[in-house]
């Protein structure tokens, strides 16, 4: 066995493993020693220090991409000690809420200063400052904790080299040896000093971005486009003959696996590939290739990998990933450039920003270096609001949402007090109902939304992650007091394919065959078709449906994108930025559709919303050509937050030759504008053989809603929603 599959077991084994316990305990140590510091940009400094100074290094066999967490136990007198702090002191702690991470920091600027050039920069800045000021008093305090958070980075990197030293002299294995050895020196110089060569670089990008998640307890940072700041390390080394393209490629395994070994599962990170450049060019180059080509050698949900497909891709690239797809990987996804970039563009990004944005998770979309975009935040389940106006209350308990998911920061959203009134009498006064509600939800999660962000303008800090965001220290200010140059909110819209199914079939059934009352309707529908499965089959199968090239209902789609579009452009966010919608759902389908009684559309009560923006589940009745044509018939352009089309086909015995088919019918979607687009090739039989047997497909990857999970891990009814995507033949 290789050792990239030595090391692909190993990362596969992690996903039973408990999580880690150290940094909770390290933090809870560092906040109580923390409690005099009169600044909470500072006190939150010399946590994240105190966490990155207590951490055990961890270096396993055949490892070259160094830094994880150890997952020892904690000892008896370490557990009491954490209880404690979790039932005296946690409740009590100052409210943080609202999205974190979602984000690739400035790479470009670690590999070329190092932390030793950011230490310069904030000691120049802090030269500048006048104390007697107090503008310069609370920036003096922010420089204090950023130089506190890269001083622990650089000793954390030099407990790695001491590991690394020991290990080499025990080492009876000469060729491991020199292997630990070399760890060592790279450690020695990155992340303090610039990186000199492709090892070092791609040691320092994953160094910083690991101690990101430890020493600030939160996961998600993203790598951004690593075949872009790698480049001019990989050519030098590559004329210089340090590196052949094999051994990079092994690195690059090596970086991609050592994601699932500290990322809890159930998420997304990776990085992006491809795309153009400031001058439109397109930057597709022999880097890419070797990202591409890892993804057939490390075969798991991490990393996720977007592809930023142009008409001027180069071809060697696009057929790449299409032999990807075509062989069952589920990465990578196919992401828009063009669109994108112009989206960003209409935000005020200039073209050499726009050109560098990240999928921040899934779909979402934040620009690399310079972010402080809440996404996802929060999901709104358009159908709920459908069933708001009609007198149905969601499925659970009193704490659920009655309108749209759950804020990040543990709240429930809920539209303004809009009580159902009289049934509408026309469809024309259902929709103008249903957009009131809708202005009412947008406006009821901007208030949220901003009221999240304030606390972290008053409560929170992350100076380490502040040290690598512009334009926080040229500002002389915290990530979560503004300094960071975009700091706009992504609302996600959930359900948008039922919604129009269900609004067309209430059209045609209700007010223009009249075969069926709005009372009886929601009766059935309180009932979930109790003793009414014909009705049920009558919404399902005599209703058009989006997803079919359908004008009627499209439409429908059409309109209510565009109100959602038009209404959240009306606000700003607490720090001064956007509020930019999306449509994509992560897992939140299933969890608002379990939420949600059954829907006009035919839907069972507590069935998964759609899982996109595509068609519901099934609904392809005209094949995928049909279903992309639906998908596009809205402008994707301003809905930054995050686009997602979700496409199933059957494995087919050549898959050689459906590569080419598949690339076609993907490229038809982009070409007529379409943001994102991912693909399961996997076969209905896998998929029943994986719910009965889990334990022989552990390492099944799936599509979900704008990520990709391993099958036996997900709830039976997200199991059920994947078995029931439509399959195409091609």
Not at 66 to 89: I, Y
Not at 520 to 535: C, I, P
Not at 687 to 703: G, I, M, N, S
């Amino acid at each position: 066995m290789s050792r990239i599959e030595r090391l692909r077991a190993h990362a596969l084994a992690q996903l039973a493993a408990p999580a880690p316990q150290e940094p909770e305990l390290l933090h809870a140590r560092a906040w109580l020693t923390s409690a005099g510091e009169p600044w909470t940009v500072v006190r939150h400094g010399r946590v994240t220090a105190g966490i990155l100074a207590g951490l055990t290094p961890v270096i396993e066999p055949d490892e070259l991409i160094v830094g994880k967490f150890c997952r020892r136990s904690l000892a008896a007198d370490e557990t009491e000690e954490l209880r404690r702090f979790r039932q005296d002191v946690e409740p009590a702690l100052p409210p943080i809420w609202g999205q974190r991470a979602h984000m690739a920091i400035d790479f470009d600027k670690l590999l070329r200063l190092g932390i030793a050039g950011l230490r310069e920069q904030i000691a120049d800045y802090r030269d500048r400052l006048d104390l007697a000021r107090a503008e310069d008093l609370e920036k003096d305090a922010f420089y204090r904790a950023c130089r506190l958070t890269l001083d622990a980075v650089v000793a954390y990197a030099g407990r790695y080299a001491d590991l690394a030293e020991r290990q080499a002299g025990a080492e009876p294995d000469p060729g491991r040896s020199a292997e630990l050895r070399e760890i060592a020196a790279v450690c020695r110089r990155v992340p303090e000093l610039p990186a000199r060569t492709f090892r070092q670089a791609v040691q320092a990008a994953h160094f910083v971005t690991f101690c990101l998640c430890a020493g600030q307890r939160m996961s998600l940072f993203q790598l951004g486009r690593p075949d872009r700041y790698l480049l001019p390390f990989y050519r030098r080394d590559l004329a210089a003959g340090r590196i052949t393209p094999q051994a990079a490629l092994e690195l690059i395994d090596c970086l991609a696996l050592m994601l699932s070994e500290y990322t809890p599962a159930g998420l997304a990170v990776g990085w992006m590939l491809g795309g153009r450049d400031a001058s439109s060019a397109d930057v597709g180059n022999e880097l890419t290739e070797l990202f591409l080509e890892s993804i057939g050698h490390v075969r798991l949900s991490y990393p996720s990998v977007g592809l930023c497909w142009t008409a001027d891709t180069p071809r060697p690239i696009v057929e790449q990933a299409g032999r990807l797809l075509a062989q069952g990987l589920s990465h990578p996804a196919l992401f828009n450039d063009d669109v994108i970039t112009a989206g960003l563009i209409a935000l005020g990004l200039p073209p050499a920003e726009a050109c560098l944005y990240q999928n921040s998770t899934c779909v979402e979309i934040t620009p690399i270096g310079s972010s402080n975009v809440y996404v996802a935040s929060p999901y709104i389940n358009l159908v709920q609001l459908l069933h708001d106006e009609l007198g149905l209350s969601p499925l659970a308990g009193p704490g659920q949402a009655s309108v749209a998911g759950v804020l990040p920061g543990g709240s429930a959203l809920a539209g303004e007090d809009l009580p159902a009134r009289r049934l509408p009498g026309t469809f024309d006064d259902l929709l103008a109902r249903y957009r009131a509600r809708l202005n009412a939800a947008i406006r009821a999660a901007v208030i949220a939304d901003n009221v999240n962000q304030a606390t972290r303008r008053y409560n929170g800090g992350f100076p380490l992650l502040s040290c690598f965001v512009n334009d926080c220290l040229a500002r002389g200010r915290d990530i979560d007091h503004g300094g960071a140059r975009y700091n706009w909110i992504e609302p996600s819209f959930v359900g948008l394919a039922n919604l129009a199914d269900a609004l067309a079939a209430i059209r045609r059934f209700v007010y223009e065959e009249r075969v069926l009352s709005l009372d009886d309707l929601v009766q059935a529908l309180a009932s979930d078709f109790a003793g009414r499965e014909n009705l049920r089959l009558m919404l399902l199968h005599r209703a058009p449906k989006y997803g079919n090239d359908d004008e009627g209902v499209d439409a429908l789609a059409v309109q209510v994108t565009g109100w959602i579009g038009d209404e959240v452009r009306l606000y700003n966010t607490y720090l001064g930025g956007r509020f930019v919608s999306g449509f994509f759902c992560w897992i939140m389908h299933e969890q608002l559709g379990r939420a949600t009684c059954a829907s006009a559309d035919g839907r069972r009560a507590g069935f998964p919303l759609g899982d996109g923006s595509g068609p519901a589940q099934g609904r392809e009745r005209r094949g995928p050509t049909a279903a992309l044509l639906s998908a596009t018939k809205w402008d994707h352009t301003p809905h930054l937050g995050g686009i997602a089309v979700n496409l199933k086909f059957n494995r087919p015995r050549d898959g050689e030759a459906l590569a080419p088919r598949l690339l076609d019918l993907l490229e038809t979607y982009l070409k007529r504008g379409g943001f994102e687009v991912q693909v399961n090739v996997v076969d209905k039989a896998t998929l029943l053989a994986a719910r009965q047997h889990p334990e022989h497909y552990r390492d099944l990857v799936v599509r979900i809603g704008g990520y990709s999970d391993y099958f036996v891990g997900l709830s039976a009814e997200m199991q059920e929603e994947i078995i029931m995507r439509a399959e195409h033949e091609m």
